[in-house]
């Protein structure tokens, strides 16, 4: 009962600061540091996690730096405001994701399990130089950095498998 309890609470906590995270972008678009760093960073998301991907993209820049690019393929869920907003981000695009071209089991599969649908969005892109594919909820610390620079030239997936952190679709798939 009260591991229920304050999973609600933290859930409610984690929605005021959100709201609050996005009402203060605005300033944060107008002190975007100059730091670069040599890679590119791709991630998957749609409208329901707006917030988190915008906190994943700022985590990484004000403690890592400006990826060359951050291409973030969307779920096709988000709104035009919201796509907007992103597209603010210095090197940040976005990606409809196109599944006409997949086999019709493949593309049943992908629409059935969201999951399926971003591996196979990811095993399509062709690095360039270092890639990071990242779900839209990672969290990126200043000590990444040292860690980027024994990345090869590739694709690296980021995972968040930890069971520390209240994403609700994870939480509700393994229940403590």
Same mark, same amino acid.
């Given at each position: 009962? @009260?591991?229920?309890?304050?999973?609600?609470?933290? %859930?409610?906590?984690?929605?005021?600061? *959100?709201?609050?995270?996005?009402? &203060? !972008? =605005?300033? !944060? @678009?107008?002190?975007?540091? +100059?730091? %670069?760093?040599?890679?590119?960073?791709?991630?998957?998301? &749609?409208? *329901?996690?707006? +917030?988190?991907? @915008?906190?994943?993209?700022?985590?990484?820049?004000?403690?890592? &730096?400006? =990826?060359?690019?951050? *291409?973030?393929?969307?779920?096709?869920?988000?709104?035009?405001?919201? %796509?907007?907003?992103?597209?603010?981000?210095?090197?940040?695009?976005?990606?409809?994701?196109?599944?006409?071209?997949?086999?019709?089991?493949?593309?049943? +599969?992908?629409?059935?399990?969201?999951?399926?649908?971003?591996?196979?969005?990811?095993?399509?892109?062709?690095?360039?130089? *270092?890639?990071?594919?990242?779900?839209?909820?990672?969290?990126?610390?200043?000590?990444?950095?040292?860690?980027?620079?024994?990345?090869?030239? &590739?694709?690296?997936?980021?995972?968040?498998?930890?069971?520390?952190?209240?994403?609700?679709?994870?939480?509700?798939?393994?229940?403590?």
């Amino acid at each position: 009962m @009260l591991g229920r309890f304050q999973r609600r609470f933290a %859930k409610y906590q984690a929605g005021k600061n *959100k709201s609050s995270f996005i009402k &203060g !972008l =605005p300033l !944060l @678009l107008q002190n975007i540091p +100059a730091r %670069k760093v040599d890679c590119d960073v791709v991630s998957f998301s &749609g409208a *329901k996690y707006f +917030a988190d991907q @915008l906190y994943s993209i700022f985590s990484f820049v004000y403690n890592v &730096g400006r =990826p060359v690019s951050w *291409k973030v393929f969307n779920d096709g869920t988000y709104t035009s405001e919201q %796509k907007q907003f992103l597209l603010q981000v210095p090197g940040v695009s976005i990606c409809d994701v196109d599944t006409s071209g997949f086999d019709d089991d493949i593309r049943a +599969a992908c629409e059935q399990f969201p999951t399926l649908k971003k591996m196979v969005i990811f095993q399509q892109i062709e690095p360039v130089r *270092k890639t990071i594919l990242a779900d839209s909820d990672i969290i990126f610390y200043q000590s990444f950095g040292q860690y980027l620079q024994y990345f090869e030239t &590739g694709n690296h997936y980021i995972v968040d498998e930890s069971s520390s952190y209240f994403d609700q679709d994870y939480l509700s798939a393994h229940p403590t």
